[in-house]
């Protein structure tokens, strides 16, 4: 694979893949198992809806591979919610549980903002005064009005990764310069369910430098796109 770029889903309990990937007969208590067995690494969601504890993460980080690796999203409350604001307490003890609980095995902390969170000066001010700077920060923006370069300079000039996106209703474009790769494919023309060709694969891939730490994630899962689109990019870059 090329460097360190790992590639992985955004879930992975899913019927959908039965058959597809899963073998038929193959218990669902033993389907993380053997998503282990083809990736090395995995984007957390369930922290965006609920909390996660520190027991729960422990559980995750003794039931993965030793080499494997989380990507874990800041729950909604924070990003959604409270929009960072009178965060700072609640934020520490996320980032303290992340740490605690997965250990080496933790990889980047997603901040995914709502699609009404649009840009200002003093929010992008908030967002790199609150950030822990000991972890490797990505932020996803799903209002347009973020992608412009005094966002991407804040960003480079305080080690903060702005995630690339494939949304149906987003700027598609893949960002190499900053401290990581972080790519989410959501499906595009339709979110969670479309499957990208392998000209589009092919096309991610011939972006990669060999050189780049950083993460791919499908979140096209709410049909079988998801899991197929990660294999066949997953052989592309071996």
């Known amino acids: 694979m090329k460097n360190q770029i790992l590639i992985g889903c955004s879930s992975f309990y899913n019927s959908f893949w039965k058959k597809i990937f899963y073998p038929q007969n193959l218990p669902s ?12 690494t995995y984007e957390f969601n369930g922290s965006f809806y609920k909390f996660p504890t520190l027991k729960v993460f422990q559980n995750w980080y003794t039931k993965s591979p030793e080499t494997f690796t989380f990507s874990i999203k800041v729950p909604k409350e924070i990003t959604h919610i409270k929009k960072l604001h009178d965060c700072e307490s609640l934020l ?16 980047a902390i997603l901040f995914q903002f709502p699609p009404s969170y ?17 972890f490797q920060n990505v932020i996803e923006f799903r209002h347009e009005s973020w992608w412009n370069a005094e966002v991407w300079n ?3 000039e305080n080690n903060i990764t702005f995630c690339s996106v494939s949304h149906p209703k987003l700027p598609q474009r893949i960002f190499t310069d900053f401290p990581l790769l972080y790519i989410r494919f959501h499906g595009t023309p339709r979110m969670f369910h479309s499957s990208y060709s392998t000209e589009e694969l092919t096309e991610v891939s011939n972006t990669i430098d060999s050189k780049k730490k950083g993460f791919i994630y499908f979140n096209n899962t709410a049909s079988e796109a998801g899991i197929l689109n990660a294999l066949e990019l997953k052989r592309m870059n071996v």
Do not use: P, T
Not at 118 to 134: C, M, P, Q, T, W
């Open 29 to 40: 208590k033993e389907w993380f198992d053997f998503y282990c067995q083809h990736f090395d």
């Open 92 to 107: 520490h003890d996320f980032y303290n549980v992340c740490k605690s609980g997965m250990k080496e095995k933790l990889g």
């Open 118 to 134: 649009a840009f200002s000066r003093e929010k992008l001010d908030v967002i790199i005064g609150i950030l822990n700077y000991n």
């Open 154 to 156: 804040s960003f480079k």
